[in-house]
């Protein structure tokens, strides 16, 4: 009797200390999240940076348009930066304006295999130290990046993008500046978010906790012309998680990207965690993919280009030394779908700025739109008009609404558009459809109608300043919602316009994979960091959301980690002594 009741005083003596180790170790496993780390560090707090004044007499106006005059006047020169050291070859290349392709703003010049081969091995090398640096200390880096950003090299950052990519002063700050700085505060956020997401259970006398290690091995980031902040945040997520990259920059955004490079190394970057490549497309994915290090893609461009690198990963699988993580956001060919319900202002407003801002070029922009016949009678020349008025010039002027397209080819390719659309009888244009490559690629605002639902205006990306309407009977509303959903393979952007709650809720449903950033009485573009994460599905990429927590736990390879805090005193169970 008295071994018994000593045996459960002991019992339940030691159950309770174990359980109040066990509140304890709750407690702490929250703070004690990030790897290499203070528990106690907190970052300041993010918000969404303020766009610039350029009101008249402004003084970011002034700097920026003396940036701007300094730029054209001395372009910039452009290396190759591998491990910190700056390389050039005899492969030399030119970043053209586009509203005026006679000058340039940037020189440049391409790696060779050899360099790009060279690129990863100061990725792999610098690689371990970077990823067991303390994460405060990481995010400082991306930290002062976007203070920096958005004081010192605020206006030429600005300069670099109007130039460049002929951006209107509103559009480059929107871009450049405003979303590139939160990129970089929102990842810090996103990062300290995913750190603190720690086990919450713990057996008795056990400890468990995660550590989100930097993957194995090197990342390929890919840029697109379109956005400097995509540039800067392709590469600058993955880095921030602890990787080292290898960063092919877009040719026809390379002043921009350049700018955005070294803001980084002055903000403290280790040399090597980010190596700067410009280099043939086709080149430079043929040497990555062949590499049994490659870790993970980080890309923003065309689907075909996607689809390539994602064929070459495959058809290479089992040469890597582990899974390569793809993470892409690619084509779109966005809607607008309008209810008889709808504000009529409000759309024709929306569609003005999504289609023709930055001349169609965002991966957002709106190429297709369903009118029905009641709502199309009301606002067809409002329509008409605003596409007819908009101020087309340069970028450097700042009454221009939008600017030249970004290249030759471009322009040729939305032009091949606009003579199909001449020809079809199925199409009228009612808007615009003049191009003009004399000075620079200009391609005016372009409101085409056609009668056809399945014309491949509507299914096809253009990436230009190009919106077809399909006007469609208003008791026809279920079968156009089909049309919308099964007209294009993209899954990008899409907006509804509708003021009835009901049939709002019911079209969300229908038109539920068509897009991952969906508007409702909105235009499809204009995304905001940290408010409406960004991607699509479908043909249109990946969907994992730049920045977003998801995005953020992509660059990382979780490691489980289970301590057991006292001895293991036996290898048997209690039954088996009965």
Request: one cysteine or more; glycine letters at 8%; aromatic letters at 10%.
């Amino acid at each position: 009797g008295i071994n018994a009741e000593y045996g459960q005083h002991y019992y339940i003596t030691n159950n309770l200390r174990l359980n109040m180790m066990h509140q304890f170790i709750r407690r702490s496993a929250v703070q004690c999240a990030r790897s290499m780390s203070n528990p106690a560090v907190q970052i300041p707090f993010v918000g969404n940076e303020p766009f610039s004044n350029f009101m008249p007499g402004s003084k970011h106006l002034a700097e920026t348009m003396e940036e701007v005059e300094k730029l054209r006047n001395n372009p910039m020169e452009v290396p190759i930066v591998i491990g910190g050291k700056e390389i050039w070859t005899d492969d030399v290349q030119h970043q053209k304006i586009p509203h005026d392709h006679h000058n340039h703003v940037a020189k440049f010049c391409y790696a060779d295999q050899s360099q790009i081969k060279d690129a990863i091995e100061s990725c792999l090398a610098a690689r371990a130290k970077w990823e067991l640096t303390p994460w405060e200390h990481r995010a400082a880096v991306f930290l002062k990046a976007a203070d920096l950003l958005a004081g010192k090299y605020r206006a030429k950052i600005l300069a670099t993008t109007m130039l460049g990519q002929s951006k209107t002063l509103q559009q480059a700050d929107i871009d450049a500046v405003a979303e590139t700085i939160d990129f970089y505060r929102f990842a810090v956020q996103y990062g300290e978010d995913l750190y603190k997401m720690q086990p919450t259970h713990h057996s008795p006398g056990i400890w468990n906790r995660v550590e989100w290690r930097g993957l194995e091995g090197f990342i390929a980031a890919i840029a697109p012309f379109n956005f400097t902040a995509i540039g800067g945040q392709l590469w600058g997520t993955p880095a921030l998680m602890g990787n080292s990259v290898v960063f092919k920059p877009c040719d026809t955004a390379m002043a921009g990207a350049y700018v955005l490079f070294q803001l980084l190394q002055e903000a403290g970057l280790p040399d090597g965690v980010c190596n700067f490549v410009p280099a043939d497309g086709p080149l430079f994915g043929e040497t990555i993919l062949a590499n049994p290090h490659l870790a993970g893609i980080s890309f923003t461009g065309s689907s075909p280009t996607f689809r390539a690198l994602w064929k070459g990963v495959g058809e290479n699988i089992e040469n890597y030394r582990t899974y390569p993580r793809l993470v892409g956001e690619t084509g779109g060919k966005n809607y607008h779908l309008v209810h008889p319900s709808a504000d009529l202002d409000s759309v024709v407003n929306g569609t003005l700025l999504s289609s023709f801002e930055y001349s169609g070029q965002k991966c957002s922009a709106c190429s297709r739109m369903y009118v029905p016949a009641s709502a199309w009678a009301q606002m067809k020349d409002k329509l008409v008009e605003g596409a007819s008025n908009l101020v087309i010039g340069s970028a450097e002027e700042t009454k221009t609404f939008t600017s030249a397209v970004i290249d030759a080819r471009s322009f040729s390719k939305i032009q091949s558009y606009l003579d199909y659309a001449k020809e079809d009888p199925t199409c009228e244009i009612l808007a615009g459809g003049e191009c003009d490559d004399s000075v620079g690629y200009y391609v005016r605002p372009t409101v085409i109608q056609t009668t056809d639902p399945h014309n491949k205006l509507l299914s096809e990306e253009i990436f230009g300043p190009v919106v077809t309407v399909y006007v469609f009977d208003d008791d026809k509303w279920d079968e156009t919602v089909k049309l919308v959903d099964s007209t294009s393979p993209y899954g990008l952007t899409g907006s509804i316009f509708c003021r009835d709650r009901n049939i709002l809720d019911e079209t969300h449903k229908a038109l539920r994979h068509t897009a991952g950033n969906i508007y409702f009485n909105d235009k499809s573009t204009g995304s905001v960091v940290g408010q409406q994460p960004f991607g699509g599905s479908r043909a249109s990429g990946t969907n994992d959301k730049a920045v977003s927590l998801n995005l953020i736990s992509k660059w990382t390879s979780p490691q489980a980690i289970k301590e057991t805090l006292v001895p293991l005193s036996s290898h048997s169970y209690p039954y088996m002594e009965q």
